[in-house]
């Protein structure tokens, strides 16, 4: 019977293959498949998973006629088996490694925008190091990437640092301070003219993102304490190239990390247009990884040629 308790020594008792078997159902949402997949027949499956659910003394599927899903219990313990999973694979990996026989793939998470300015230069030193790595990126929003941390299933996270943004799993090591600033076309009346008031800017129409609030805020915020009336927003766009293309064809305005105007060839035709105060708070970038997991070598190489990177980055803007 399980009653949602399990003795230590049931527990002692799971065995690896047998949070391989329970994984490999989730992806599949079906024993059928899963079996498959495994090269199992579907009793043989069944029987590990329920000697599974036996040892821990809770039930981790639902089936249904559609396939299974996870019940509470197995949502809680699949962030532990995929855990498990991941960390066994690296410990392969890094046995490899110390062998000299393994190539290390350095499993990398970031956002759009700090993919863009901090990779290439980052990527192009890391491969350049003499050994046989390589990188495999994974690109998504902050959340999604420190769930995908926490299970192993990405090695690192580059992203910003905000209230809780590193906790006792998560450890962070600061790569720069990101500087956002009001750009425009390299012939808007205002560029190259020196430091410029918000009533300057209010003259202007501006192109925004549409997923960054708070900095929409901010750029309210200053308006409102100049006595101005907020942006008149021209278009509002998700996608920075997306603006910057908007900006070249026209006298408007926005606002883009410094970093990206920089480095990036694509935002070359954009110039900072320096305010008079500044408007936004510099952004702390950090690379985020497991405090509890095992870096590999090939993992702390990139995170060094990373920090590298970041420092030069810093002293340009």
């Not at 430091?195 to 409102?224: C, H, K, Q, T």
Request: glycine share 8%.
């Amino acid at each position: 019977m399980l009653d949602g308790r399990a003795s230590p020594v049931s527990i002692r008792r799971v065995e690896l293959r047998q949070l391989r078997h329970f994984e490999e159902i989730v992806n599949a949402s079906s024993f059928g498949q899963a079996a498959e997949r495994l090269h199992l027949t579907q009793p043989a499956l069944s029987k590990s998973i329920r000697n599974l659910e036996q040892s821990l003394g809770v039930q981790l599927f639902e089936r249904h006629p559609a396939g299974v899903s996870l019940t509470e219990y197995g949502r809680v313990f699949l962030d532990y088996a995929a855990l498990v999973n991941s960390e066994l694979a690296r410990a392969t990996d890094h046995l490899a490694e110390l062998k000299g026989r393994g190539a290390g793939v350095v499993r990398v998470g970031a956002g759009a925008t700090v993919m863009k300015y901090l990779m290439p230069e980052t990527v192009r030193r890391f491969l350049d190091g003499g050994e046989p790595n390589s990188i495999s990126f994974v690109q998504d929003g902050r959340a999604n990437l420190a769930a995908r941390l926490r299970r192993g299933e990405i090695d690192v996270m580059i992203g910003s640092v905000g209230a809780g943004a590193a906790d006792d799993d998560l450890h962070a090591e600061p790569v720069l301070q990101d500087v956002i600033g009001v750009v425009a076309a390299r012939g808007h009346p205002l560029a190259g003219g020196g430091a410029v008031a918000v009533a300057d800017l209010a003259r202007y129409r501006w192109i925004l993102p549409d997923s960054s609030e708070s900095e929409n805020d901010r750029l309210a915020g200053a308006f409102r304490r100049a006595g101005c009336k907020g942006p008149d927003v021209a278009v509002r766009v998700s996608s920075s190239l997306f603006m910057s293309q908007w900006l070249k064809d026209g006298p408007f305005l926005s606002y883009l990390p410094k970093a990206l105007v920089t480095r990036v060839e694509e935002y070359r035709h954009l110039v900072p247009i320096e305010t008079a105060e500044p408007i936004w708070a510099p952004v702390p970038i950090a690379v985020f990884y497991r405090r509890r997991s095992v870096m590999l070598r090939s993992t702390r190489r990139f995170v060094n040629r990373l920090k590298e990177v970041g420092a030069e980055l810093q002293r340009e803007i």
